[in-house]
C-alpha cells in the first residue's frame, strides 16, 4: 500500500467521518474538512496526530477552498485523493423550490466539488497519479420527488465525474462516482423517520440501511491498485436498491 494524501471534504459526520476514519486506519494521511462545526474530526486529530489535520472550509466560497488547499499542501504536501463528499440535503415540495433554492444546492453540491476537483487536477496530473472520489446519489440516478434540486445536483455530479475522465485518465488521474442509497446519517434522520422513508428501507433487498464504514471501506479500495481501471464509472453502493422502481 502506498500511503496518500488525501482530502475528505464534509468529514466532521457521517459519511464524510467515516471515510476519513477509514482512510486512517489504512495508513493514509487524511485532511478532513468541517464546516459548521469540527465534529468527529477533533477525535480522529488526536488518535492520528501524524496523519490527520481538520481544516474548515466552506465549499460555497472559492477562497475558503483555496485557503484549505494551501493549508492541505502545507502540512502533508499536494493533495493525491480528493474524496467530493460534502454536501447539503433539502427535503420540500418541488413547487416550493424558488431560485434562491435552486443556487443554493447547485453551488454548494455541484460547483463546490467542481472548485476542489479544479484545484486538485493540476498537481494530480503533474504526478500522472491521482483519485476524485465524488460522492453523488441514487437520487441522481433515480430522480427525486421531496428534492428535486438535490436529485439533480447529484446526476450533474456523474456527468461531471464522466468529463473529468474523459479530460484526465489518460494522465493518470481517475475520477470515480459513488452513488449511495440509504446510510444512516442525519442527512436522512428525518426521511427514515417518514412513512416513505421507512417504506424505502423495508424494500432494500439487502433488508437493512448501508453502514458508514462500509462506504469508508469502499474508498480506500478505490485509492488501491483495484481503483485504476474505473475511470468514470458510477459505484452503486446500496444493497441491491438500485433495481427496486
Ligand atoms: N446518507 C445517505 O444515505 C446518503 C445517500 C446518498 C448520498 N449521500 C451523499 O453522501 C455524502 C455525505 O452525506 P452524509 O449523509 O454523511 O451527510 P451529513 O451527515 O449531512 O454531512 C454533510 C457534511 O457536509 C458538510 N457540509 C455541508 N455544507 C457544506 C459546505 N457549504 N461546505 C463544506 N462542507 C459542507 C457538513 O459539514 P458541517 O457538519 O461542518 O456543517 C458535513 O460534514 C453527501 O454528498 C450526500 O449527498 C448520502
Redesign the pocket.
Known amino acids: 500500500m502506498t500511503a496518500r494524501t488525501c482530502l475528505v471534504?464534509?468529514?466532521?459526520?457521517?459519511?464524510?467521518?467515516a471515510v476519513a476514519e477509514e482512510l486512517l486506519i489504512a495508513g493514509h494521511r487524511v485532511v478532513g474538512?468541517?464546516?459548521?462545526?469540527?465534529?468527529r474530526l477533533d477525535a480522529l486529530a488526536v488518535a492520528y496526530p501524524d496523519t490527520c489535520a481538520a481544516v474548515r472550509?466552506?465549499?460555497?466560497q472559492g477562497a475558503s477552498v483555496s485557503e484549505a488547499m494551501a493549508k492541505a499542501r502545507e502540512r502533508f504536501g499536494d493533495v493525491e485523493v480528493l474524496v467530493n463528499?460534502?454536501?447539503?440535503?433539502d427535503e420540500r415540495p418541488f413547487e416550493d423550490l424558488d431560485d434562491d433554492a435552486w443556487l443554493t444546492m447547485l453551488d454548494?453540491?455541484l460547483v463546490?466539488p467542481v472548485r476542489l476537483a479544479r484545484a486538485c487536477v493540476p498537481a494530480m496530473r503533474a504526478a500522472r497519479w491521482g483519485r476524485i472520489v465524488n460522492?453523488?446519489?441514487?437520487?441522481g440516478q433515480w430522480g427525486g420527488l421531496r428534492q428535486v434540486h438535490?436529485a439533480a445536483s447529484?446526476a450533474a455530479l456523474i456527468n461531471f465525474t464522466r468529463s473529468l475522465a474523459k479530460l484526465y485518465a489518460s494522465d493518470g488521474v481517475v475520477p470515480i462516482a459513488l452513488?449511495?442509497?440509504?446510510?444512516?446519517?442525519?442527512?436522512?434522520a428525518a426521511e427514515l423517520a417518514s412513512a416513505a422513508g421507512k417504506a424505502k428501507l423495508a424494500a432494500i433487498p439487502a433488508g437493512r440501511?448501508?453502514r458508514?464504514q462500509e462506504l469508508g471501506q469502499l474508498v480506500v479500495s478505490l485509492v488501491g491498485p483495484a481503483g485504476d481501471y474505473l475511470a468514470g464509472q458510477t459505484i452503486n453502493a446500496n444493497g441491491g436498491m438500485y433495481f427496486q422502481t
Not at 472550509?57 to 460555497?60: E, S
Not at 460522492?135 to 437520487?139: K, P
Request: with cysteine; net charge neutral; hydrophobic share 35%.
Open positions: 471534504t464534509g468529514a466532521s459526520r457521517g459519511l464524510g467521518a474538512t468541517w464546516c459548521s462545526a469540527p465534529g472550509m466552506d465549499q460555497r463528499n460534502a454536501a447539503i440535503a454548494t453540491n463546490g460522492v453523488s446519489s441514487i437520487g438535490y447529484k452513488a449511495p442509497g440509504l446510510f444512516e446519517t442525519d442527512m436522512i440501511s448501508g458508514p
